[in-house]
């Protein structure tokens, strides 16, 4: 077939039009209108938990004194609210604990946790079976479940110990392992065979993150002591996202004289990221998979709003504004965003759905790390394309066009 230099413009038109056809558009996340999960009664707080589909919930009531003067003990319910059916469910047992200590709670797959006194206990919302796990008598600060392993942070476990140590069982409850670190350890989370949490070994205000390979039994420290503070980790897969301050003694000054950074550190890789640096205070923040979750009081009113980065697409989007007067934190979870907040003086959770046509469910596994050294200082993280096979056909379309029109000017200046 001969082209002639008539055809030329008709052929660009045809190269436009596929090129537009061929080429995908830039990924762009979607969020759903927040909605409203659960509202506690007035005189208590929710606190919650959040894996594969379900939020596990716990309304508590602290020991108080009413209006009267009368004195008030505490009391504690529990909830499972599945997403996909949008049905909330109360759990009820005839032992339930009271809430007048700390009491933290945890679910992995179908089976939710809490503490007792003296036990931790389990219930799996599919069979509907309630167990105990006893522990010696302890005061259990924070607790990380993930399929068989447990891991706790706890004071006084087992024999009067001081400090709060770190205890792990990689066979549901029935053995646990002591492993104890200079200072308080604060704040433990869980992704395969890594745990990480932060501490004050230094001493107050001081903190730093760490990082436990439970196969191996090391630890490791990220970021420079000498630097600034480091706190709030989570944890999914490799990447260890947390709060970095470089100021010491801002936790002494207001809410918008901060000025924090969130970060992440590839713990396989011993490479640290800027993941935002909004000026301001920033809340603890949550990682599943690509998605990092937060809030910071970047906003001139100094009102507290949501954001999520999408490490993908390395950006940032705003999510929703946030009514508690300190932030909220939250959780994310394949394309769920909970977090608790407060209207009408009530507390109550919310949750955001996360539309995403590019999302792959990739699951979770836990990479060992080395020592952290030689990290790059705030780099940012390395955008993924999605769009490599259409960026192929697009060369190809584009090649086969210059040839075309190069033959019709050839044949052009032979015809003449």
């Given amino acids: 077939m001969r082209i002639t230099i008539s055809q030329i413009p008709l052929i ?37 938990a959040i894996d594969s589909g379900n939020i596990f919930i716990m309304e508590r009531c602290m020991n108080h004194k009413n209006d009267h003067g009368d004195y008030i003990i505490g009391w504690s319910k529990l909830y499972i609210y599945n997403i996909s059916t949008d049905k909330l469910t109360e759990l009820t047992f005839d032992d339930m604990p009271n809430t007048g200590n700390h ?32 522990v010696p008598s302890s005061q259990l600060r924070y607790l990380a479940v993930q399929d068989e392993t447990l891991a706790l942070i706890a004071t006084d476990y087992p024999n009067g110990m001081e400090g709060n140590d770190i205890y792990i069982s990689t066979d549901a409850g029935g053995n646990f392992k002591h ?40 630890s490791h420290q990220i970021g420079d002591e000498t630097k600034g503070v480091y706190l709030y980790p989570d944890i999914s897969g490799s990447n260890i996202v947390y709060i970095f301050d470089p100021d010491f003694s801002s936790f002494m000054k207001g809410p918008k004289e901060a000025k924090q950074e969130l970060h992440l550190t590839d713990i396989s890789t011993n490479k ?12 603890s923040a949550a990682i599943d998979n690509d998605y990092i979750v937060w809030c910071d009081n970047r906003d001139e009113s100094g009102k507290y709003k949501l954001f999520l980065f999408n490490m993908k697409e390395n950006k940032e989007y705003y999510v929703a504004d946030i009514n508690a007067e300190y932030g909220a934190a939250p959780l994310v979870s394949k394309n769920t965003i909970v977090w608790a907040d407060g209207v009408d003086n009530k507390g109550v959770i919310k949750i955001v759905t996360i539309h995403d046509e590019n999302y792959v469910d990739e699951g979770i596994s836990g990479n060992s790390g080395t020592d ?43 015809n003449n």
């Fill in 372 to 414: 952290n050294t030689n990290n790059s200082e705030n780099p940012q993280p390395q955008q993924t394309s999605p769009q490599t096979a259409s960026g192929e056909i697009v060369c190809i379309i584009i090649s086969v066009g210059i040839a075309l029109i190069a033959k019709a000017g050839y044949h052009g200046r032979k």
């Fill in 272 to 283: 640290t990221y800027l993941i935002a640096s909004p000026n301001a205070r920033i809340s």
């Fill in 103 to 134: 009491f933290p709670i945890d679910i992995s797959g179908n089976t939710v946790y809490w503490m007792g006194e003296s036990y931790i206990r389990l219930y799996d919302t599919e069979s509907k079976s309630y167990d105990k796990l006893p």
């Fill in 179 to 218: 492993y104890i670190f200079p200072g308080y350890q604060y704040d433990i989370k869980i992704s395969g065979n890594n745990v990480a949490f932060y501490d004050d070994r230094y001493g107050q205000m001081r903190n730093t993150v760490h990082y436990l390979n439970i196969d191996t039994g090391e």
């Fill in 12 to 48: 660009l038109s045809l190269l436009i039009i596929l090129i537009s056809s061929c080429v995908l558009p830039a990924s762009a996340l979607e969020f759903s209108e927040e909605k409203i999960i659960f509202v506690a009664d007035e005189t208590a707080a929710p606190k919650f």
